[in-house]
């Protein structure tokens, strides 16, 4: 029991150690600062983002609706009084108290609020707080650091700041710290002096960058004249710019106006600073081409002057602009669109000639699938006696004899082509041939008769005419055959014209198929022409697209 009593009584005494501690390290770290109102201000000592006033932040929580009001620790801020109150702000870990007060000041110096120093040279700055203060000690304070502690060369006298020398980083405000002891608490007044950094003075006149490219203009069209000119630093900035008129000698001062003068930029430390001067010609004449215009910029030193001159300016025909802009997108996607559009000719082109594939000829039943239509002079042809079958020669008997052996049959006789084409490819060089009403069984469907001899074929020759390109089965055949020969690279086809017409212009009824039609125009074809005394060339070109490899010879009927 004695042993729970003492343990209750060291609670409670600790409970109030701890209290009391609290209590006490609250009030070490409560300060008390004043502020001018109207003046520059910032918290110092701060390195939190925010500080939230309590009164807020308590009245907030019980319900008051009240907005919590937030400074910017080290954010400069004119102060007002609707700043006052108390602040708190975590940094370092410890939570950190302030009570601000911002109220007139009669005593403030006014006129020290605002100091314009000349780089590398010295000077001084007074504390305008100094004459509110109960007692002489002040503290400088840049940039939220003792300025005694930023190992620059200065020197402190009661209420002045000796800078020596004056650099460009002084730009800014500093603040100094007096103390006022008002009803036994003691309040830090905290006052600030906008330090402005100027350039050394300079005696220099103005400068023109030079441009003495001629400005070009439209007839018709107003113009404005620009000038730009670089004005050293001057205490008292009076700029002056004029643009004039040259004709023959005889000056004329234009209208104008300052278009842009960096003055807020005075408060920045800077060298130069540019102006623009503006005068307008309402309506640009071919008179004006041949007068010349000065810009003079002057100040207390000194002046410069530049003069241009006007040119037509050459005008960009819209046509030509389109052209261009069509002629590169025709070089960047009509090869794509072409090869889009003539995608199937590209296909046919390919295989007919550049990719013949090799084959033996014992995997074909036939050597020459042939395609034609009767005409009337090849049927009267074929009411009498044809000509006579011979033993079918080798290669080299067969080159030798076309001219001798051909030339007199053709002729004597003036048969059709399709007449001929029989003789000659199955009696004279050898080659089997697929003929339709010889070699196919009566009786099945033609579309699949058709379709199956082609695919036993090694090669199909159409005679197109007149009569071909009206006769529906013939075109089928056609048809089949280019289907063929895009989805089999082995099968050569040939056309043979007999007709003068242009394959673009020939327009049967019923029309071709699309397939058909786009075909015609690229695959390889031998023109025949029944007038023609002599057809040597004809059956030279016609022997050289022939198979190489004929498939095994049978017993003519």
């Known amino acids: 029991m004695e042993t729970a009593y003492f343990l209750f009584f060291l609670h409670l005494s600790l409970k109030g150690y701890c209290e009391a501690n609290h209590q006490t390290n609250k009030s070490d770290l409560q300060k008390h600062y004043?502020?001018?109102?109207?003046?520059?201000?910032?918290?110092?000592?701060?390195?939190?983002?925010?500080?939230?006033?309590?009164?807020?932040?308590?009245?907030?929580?019980?319900?008051?609706?009240n907005e919590e009001q937030f400074l910017d620790c080290g954010k400069?801020?004119?102060?007002?009084?609707?700043?006052?109150?108390?602040?708190?702000?975590?940094t370092n870990g410890n939570k950190l108290f302030f009570r601000l007060q911002v109220e007139k000041m009669r005593c403030l110096w006014r006129n020290e609020s605002i100091k314009i120093l000349v780089v590398s040279?010295?000077?001084?700055?007074?504390?305008?707080?100094?004459?509110?203060?109960?007692?002489?000690?002040?503290?400088w304070y840049k940039n939220k650091k003792k300025?005694?502690?930023?190992?620059?060369?200065?020197?402190?006298?009661r209420e002045v700041l000796y800078l020596e020398p004056v650099h460009e980083k002084d730009d800014g405000v500093f603040f100094c710290h007096t103390q006022i002891i008002e009803g036994g608490v003691t309040w830090t007044l905290r006052t600030g002096v906008e330090v402005i950094v100027i350039p050394p003075p300079s005696r220099s006149p103005p400068r023109i960058p030079v441009d003495n490219e001629p400005k070009e203009v439209e007839i018709g069209q107003p113009y404005t004249l620009l000038c730009k000119a670089l004005f050293p630093f001057e205490l008292n900035f009076s700029p002056k710019i004029e643009w004039y008129m040259n004709n023959d000698g005889n000056m004329t001062l234009l209208d104008s106006k300052q278009n842009s003068t960096n003055r807020e930029s005075l408060k920045k430390y800077t060298q130069e600073y540019e102006v623009i001067q503006v005068a307008t010609i309402n309506e640009v004449t071919p008179q004006h081409l041949t007068y010349t215009y000065t810009c003079i910029a002057s100040n207390t030193f000194g002046n410069i002057n530049a003069t241009i001159k006007l040119k037509r300016k050459i005008k960009e025909q819209w046509p030509s602009l389109v052209g261009y802009v069509v002629i590169a997108f025709l070089l960047v996607c009509g090869p794509g669109i072409i090869v889009r559009v003539k995608w199937l000719e590209i296909q046919l082109i390919y295989r007919c000639y550049f990719k013949n594939g090799k084959h033996n000829g014992d995997e074909k039943e036939f050597d020459v699938f042939l395609s034609y239509v009767w005409s009337p002079a090849s049927e009267e042809v074929l009411?009498?006696?044809?000509?006579?079958?011979?033993?079918?020669?080798?290669?080299?008997?067969?080159?030798?004899c076309i001219t001798d052996l051909l030339n007199e049959e053709v002729k004597a006789t003036k048969k059709p082509l399709e007449v001929l084409l029989p003789q000659v490819l199955e009696d004279q060089w050898g080659y089997r041939l697929c003929l339709l009403e010889r070699d196919v069984i009566p009786g099945g469907a033609y579309t699949n008769d058709v379709v199956l001899a082609?695919?036993?074929?090694?090669?199909?020759?159409?005679?197109?005419?007149?009569?071909?390109?009206?006769?529906?089965?013939?075109?089928?055949?056609?048809?089949?055959?280019?289907?063929?020969?895009?989805?089999?690279?082995?099968?050569?086809?040939?056309?043979?014209?007999?007709?003068?017409?242009s394959p673009s212009l020939i327009?049967?009824?019923?029309?071709?198929?699309?397939?058909?039609?786009?075909a015609l125009g690229v695959l390889p074809s031998l023109d025949w022409r029944s007038g023609e005394p002599s057809h040597s060339n004809f059956w030279r070109?016609?022997?050289?697209?022939?198979?190489?490899?004929k498939v095994k010879l049978v017993s003519v009927r």
């Open 34 to 65: 004043k502020a001018a109102e109207g003046q520059n201000f910032t918290m110092p000592y701060c390195n939190c983002s925010k500080m939230v006033d309590m009164k807020s932040t308590s009245s907030s929580a019980e319900g008051g609706g």
């Open 76 to 90: 400069l801020f004119i102060a007002e009084a609707k700043h006052s109150g108390n602040y708190s702000c975590f």
């Open 121 to 139: 040279a010295g000077g001084q700055i007074s504390c305008p707080g100094f004459g509110c203060s109960n007692n002489t000690n002040v503290t």
């Open 147 to 157: 300025v005694s502690d930023q190992h620059r060369p200065s020197r402190e006298v």
């Open 383 to 400: 009411g009498g006696e044809i000509i006579s079958s011979r033993s079918p020669l080798n290669d080299e008997e067969g080159d030798l």
């Open 454 to 501: 082609i695919k036993k074929s090694q090669m199909l020759i159409c005679v197109l005419s007149d009569d071909y390109f009206t006769n529906s089965n013939a075109v089928f055949e056609l048809e089949s055959g280019v289907q063929a020969l895009l989805q089999n690279s082995v099968l050569k086809l040939l056309l043979l014209w007999t007709t003068k017409a």
């Open 507 to 518: 327009q049967p009824d019923p029309p071709l198929p699309t397939l058909v039609q786009r």
């Open 541 to 549: 070109s016609l022997r050289k697209t022939m198979p190489k490899n």
